[in-house]
């Protein structure tokens, strides 16, 4: 293909030394004559700091044509064809899908964020996440959550977004990579299984407790879905300093086989220290627990719940509305508890996280985002 090009030579385009506009008359080898409009890059002018877009004006007479060129559904296509035009970006009319950590770890919270596109607006925004419902809150620039990734597999994670545009309902879907992480082990052998004859197996009224107490946690972290966000800094650890004394994730394997997976992260304190929110919040439980102890949940809202137990005094009340690094109670043994110490445990639409993955974190939401309506 030749180019007959009025204004000037293509040799220049995409070349980093300035702006300009201009009209092309081109004729390729078949002497059909078309017009580009370009906005590009020219000598003597600083380059501009926007990126170069490019648009084809094509004669609706010669749309029908019966060339190739004329056939391709993408109108930047033949530029690839050119001799020396590296490809323009294409003007977005995309929604952007943003996530952080970019390889988030098994077990960990992720931010989530949609950027409406220029031009027309979505509607009924809908994202899951690893197979789970993100609840979504909007701001300026588009949609805001948390997402998770779940403890037991690592790899790739779909992020799905659907939406209506204009009427018309449209689907994106893009694969987040995780990191993988290794979770440890406490291998324990002995003769007999252990715990096979404890109190909860031979005392039916401590049973039926248990599992009522299971269900009034589970019933009200469900309802902490599609709750408004309530942080506005960056989550700190609950204890100072932060010392680990027992992982997130640890397997506890009896002669073999896993018994238990310790699914929150143990800080070491000594009997009566401060328990501080390490984010603003709403007590959703404030109570003693067979297992749990003293024990309180806070709804940070978008579906995160964050859990504090084995404590020996409360602070707090249910309904409460606490600040970042508020006193939620003091630290003891009480539940199933050998020596004082936190316990501290983490969901997101109820699948567990690791609550260290949740130091630092933030979402950019005016406080009191609410969530968008229907976004299940
Ligand atoms: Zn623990």
Redesign the pocket.
């Known amino acids: 293909m030749e180019w007959d090009s009025g204004g000037g030579s293509m040799r220049g385009w995409g070349s980093p030394m300035g702006r300009w506009t201009a009209t092309w008359n081109v004729r390729c080898a078949s002497a059909w004559t078309f017009t580009v409009f370009a906005l590009g890059a020219c000598a003597g002018i600083p380059a501009p700091p926007d990126p170069i877009s490019l648009e084809i004006a094509r004669p609706e007479s010669l749309a029908r044509g019966p060339s190739p060129l004329w056939a391709s559904s993408d109108p930047y296509r033949w530029w690839t064809a050119a001799p020396v035009a590296p490809r323009p970006p294409l003007p977005s009319a995309e929604p952007i899908i943003e996530w952080s950590p970019q390889r988030p770890s098994q077990a960990f919270a992720v931010r989530l964020r949609i950027r409406q596109p220029a031009g027309a607006a979505l509607e009924d925004v809908r994202v899951r996440f690893a197979g789970e419902h993100v609840s979504l809150a909007r701001d300026a620039a588009g949609w805001i959550g948390v997402g998770s990734l779940p403890l037991d597999s690592a790899g790739f994670f779909p992020l799905e977004l659907e939406f209506r545009r204009k009427g018309i309902a449209e689907s994106r879907l893009v694969v987040v990579r995780s990191s993988e992480r290794i979770y440890p082990s406490s291998r324990i052998r002995i003769g007999a299984r252990p715990g096979a004859a404890t109190a909860a197996e031979v005392n039916p009224e401590l049973d039926a407790r248990i599992a009522r107490e299971r269900e009034t946690i589970q019933t009200a972290i469900r309802t902490s879905v599609d709750t408004e966000w309530v942080p506005d800094e960056p989550f700190r650890w609950p204890r100072q300093p932060p010392i680990k004394t ?1 992982p997130f994730g640890q397997r506890r394997i009896f002669n073999g086989s896993v018994q238990s997976r ?1 699914m ?3 800080l070491r304190a000594r009997r009566g220290n401060p328990i501080m929110a390490p984010a603003a919040g709403r007590v959703i439980l404030a109570d003693r627990f067979v297992y749990q102890g003293n024990a309180v949940y806070l709804d940070h809202g978008l579906g995160l719940v964050t859990a504090y ?1 084995h404590m020996s005094r409360l602070e707090v009340e249910v309904g409460d509305l606490v600040r970042p690094g508020q006193v939620l109670g003091r630290s003891g043994s009480t539940g199933r508890s050998t020596a004082p ?1 936190l ?1 501290w445990s983490a969901s997101v639409n109820g699948r567990s996280i690791d609550p260290e993955s949740l130091v630092g974190f933030s979402i950019d939401l005016p406080r009191g985002a609410v969530p968008v309506v229907g976004s299940r």
């Open positions: 027992s310790h929150g992260l143990d137990f110490h316990h």
